[in-house]
């Protein structure tokens, strides 16, 4: 079956530093994957999407890159602030249904 | 537009009642999704709709799950006969094309005594 896992263990690093996590899928090629934020008690926000064909992607101080060889897709924030504490999930896609990981959860020290 | 709502934001009830929620998806938007998310975990898919065609629903679904989507608007999620079991976050999401991102309200929290 489809399975995408995270680094259940929270990241913790100083302000101003670069922040990345690691999404591992397996036993898929997946068409696309979506990293979300997820705040406590509030619905998963969307940040960035990649595709199969893609190597990298950026918004402003977000970074995706997507290694099909290593079946890996890393997420870095750079400048990290504060304000950027908060669980961010990976999910990978073909057609419309997402399959998410855990998330992984980040604290950005002041 | 001010995004996906859902209603009520809190449930609680007692093991054997049963339950309905409510979402209002974006209104542009004909595709939409149920989710089922509990501590610690990623949201875990339920069920799809496109416009008011239920296209999918998880094998993870009990027969005391149904959801609709009348006339392709709102949807409602109802579950039958609740067990404790069933106490989770139920998000909705809703998206304009398959594949695309996915805009998610703010969820039910449902607990089940």
């Known amino acids: 079956s489809q399975k995408i896992e995270q680094n259940s263990e929270a990241l913790n690093i100083q302000e101003g530093k670069t922040a990345t996590l690691t999404c591992n899928y397996t036993?898929?090629?997946?068409?696309?994957l979506q990293w979300y934020r997820q705040d406590p008690g509030r619905g998963p926000v969307f940040l960035l999407l990649?595709?199969?064909?893609?190597k990298e992607k950026r918004k402003e101080r977000l970074k995706v890159t997507f290694d099909t060889t290593l079946k890996q897709s890393l997420f870095h924030i750079t400048a990290s602030q504060p304000a950027d504490s908060a669980t961010y999930l990976c999910?990978?896609?073909?057609?419309?249904?997402?399959?998410f990981g855990s998330g992984t959860r980040l604290l950005v020290r002041p | 537009d001010t995004g996906v709502s859902q209603d009520p934001r809190h449930k609680i009830t007692k093991r054997g009642q049963n339950v309905t929620f409510r979402c209002d998806p974006i209104?542009?938007?004909?595709?939409l999704y149920w989710y089922r998310q509990t501590l610690g975990q990623g949201p875990e898919f339920l069920t799809y709709?496109?416009?008011?065609?239920?296209?999918?629903k998880s094998r993870l679904l009990s027969d005391r799950f149904s959801a609709e989507r009348p006339k392709g608007s709102f949807s409602t999620l109802e579950i039958q006969r609740t067990e404790q079991g069933d106490s989770a976050m139920y998000l909705c999401?809703?998206?304009?094309?398959?594949?695309?991102?996915?805009?998610f309200g703010p969820g039910t929290r449902l607990t089940v005594l």
């Open positions: 999401a809703s998206s304009l094309v398959a594949g695309d991102e996915q805009f």
């Open positions: 036993n898929y090629s997946p068409a696309y």
């Open positions: 990649i595709r199969e064909n893609e």
């Open positions: 999910a990978q896609g073909d057609s419309y249904k997402l399959i």
């Open positions: 209104s542009e938007h004909n595709r």
């Open positions: 709709f496109q416009n008011e065609a239920q296209l999918e």
